[in-house]
């Protein structure tokens, strides 16, 4: 039992080294020495919890995402406004992580196989949630044009946080609580 504990706080101090790292540097500039630096564990330690630097920024990335989720357990009860704002709550909230996952989608699922699976499952998943609140709040919207309409209002999305990873100064919660007005 304590060796699990000291597991789960080795995991924890190298989940928080990469966000501070990711937060300070970017994630070019955060390196798995620094991360292993900073968390105060060995290389070794690293690897029996991880695979990778990917792996830890991934992991990042998604519990900020669930931090927003409106719908945590997944019970299909959150409104396609609900999505909308918890998306928008991603962007708003760590602006650092959500440039960081741009860049994630944009660039290192285009060069890396196993990210290129984990983005589009992320974005199929999140697609089905976005497409059962479009229906639950629209019971005479056919399946296909909800899916339609769904993948729309998403890569209008992320566009939308690609302007906003470019640009700092656009206003991504306007224009992105627009898009379902």
Same mark, same amino acid.
């Given at each position: 039992?304590?060796?699990?504990?000291?597991?789960?706080? @080795?995991?924890?101090?190298?989940?928080?080294?990469?966000?501070?790292?990711?937060?300070?540097?970017?994630? !070019?500039? @955060? @390196?798995?020495?620094?991360?292993?630096? #900073?968390?105060? *564990? $060995?290389?070794?330690?690293?690897?029996?919890?991880?695979?990778?630097?990917?792996?830890?920024? %991934? $992991?990042?990335?998604?519990?900020?995402?669930?931090?927003? !989720?409106?719908?945590?357990?997944?019970?299909?009860?959150? @409104? #396609?406004?609900? #999505?909308?704002?918890?998306?928008?709550?991603?962007?708003?909230? !760590?602006?650092?992580?959500?440039?960081?996952?741009?860049?994630?989608?944009?660039?290192?699922? #285009?060069? /890396?196989?196993? %990210?290129?699976? $984990?983005?589009?499952?992320?974005?199929?998943?999140?697609?089905?949630?976005?497409?059962?609140?479009?229906?639950? !709040?629209?019971?005479?919207?056919?399946?296909?044009?909800?899916?339609?309409?769904?993948?729309?209002? %998403?890569?209008?999305? /992320?566009? %939308?946080?690609?302007?906003?990873?470019?640009?700092?100064?656009?206003?991504?919660?306007?224009?992105?609580?627009? *898009?379902?007005?």
């Amino acid at each position: 039992m304590a060796r699990y504990q000291v597991g789960i706080r @080795t995991e924890g101090r190298i989940l928080e080294a990469a966000r501070e790292l990711l937060g300070e540097l970017g994630l !070019d500039g @955060t @390196t798995l020495k620094a991360i292993c630096e #900073l968390a105060g *564990v $060995r290389v070794g330690s690293f690897y029996n919890l991880f695979d990778s630097k990917e792996t830890v920024v %991934l $992991r990042v990335v998604a519990e900020a995402i669930a931090a927003v !989720d409106p719908d945590p357990a997944h019970l299909g009860t959150e @409104t #396609l406004d609900d #999505l909308v704002e918890a998306y928008i709550a991603f962007f708003t909230k !760590d602006p650092v992580v959500a440039r960081i996952y741009v860049q994630i989608a944009v660039s290192g699922a #285009l060069n /890396n196989g196993e %990210l290129h699976h $984990r983005i589009l499952r992320h974005h199929e998943q999140r697609a089905d949630r976005f497409r059962a609140a479009m229906q639950r !709040d629209n019971p005479a919207l056919a399946a296909g044009e909800a899916s339609d309409r769904t993948e729309i209002l %998403l890569a209008t999305l /992320n566009g %939308l946080a690609f302007r906003a990873a470019l640009d700092s100064e656009f206003e991504f919660a306007r224009h992105a609580r627009a *898009v379902t007005s």
